[in-house]
Nanobody, 126 residues
Framework: QVQLQESGGGSVQAGGSLRLSCAAS????????MGWFRQAPGKEREGVAA???????KYADSAKGRFTISRDHAENTLYLQMNSLKPEDTAMYYC????????????????????WGQGTQVTVSS
């Protein structure tokens, strides 16, 4: 059974940094893509960043230049380094993974991901 467990969320002031981690267990699809999504209260879940097995990365415009997604295949862990955080980054952040191999040309939509974590809260105060 595949499980994704996020960690690293918390409360920071604007301009601060956080590093989110997503530990995958039972997930052996190393050729597949993974991503980070976020959802603020009253808003739809939106893609933040994605990465495929070739190391191709895609970012939402709001994340470009501030966030970095990376993947450690050996540790089966996905990361999201977030710098220069803004109050508008406040949301629940979710890790997601696909079941099938593919390269990405953009951040895949929510429905393209088969596995989801429970989320980790990020709160940025001004």
């Amino acid at each position: 059974q595949v499980q994704l467990q996020e960690s690293g969320g918390g409360s920071v002031q604007a301009g601060g940094s956080l590093r989110l981690s997503c530990a995958a267990s039972g997930y052996t699809h190393s050729r597949n893509f993974m991503g980070w999504f976020r959802q603020a209260p009253g808003k739809e879940r939106e893609g933040v960043a994605a990465i495929d097995s070739d190391g191709n990365t895609k970012y939402a415009d709001s994340a470009k230049g501030r966030f970095t997604i990376s993947r450690d295949h050996a540790e089966n862990t996905l990361y999201l380094q977030m710098n220069s955080l803004k109050p508008e980054d406040t949301a629940m952040y979710y890790c997601a993974a696909s079941r099938f191999p593919a390269t990405i040309a953009t951040i895949p939509p929510v429905k393209a991901f088969d596995y989801w974590g429970q989320g980790t809260q990020v709160t940025v105060s001004s």
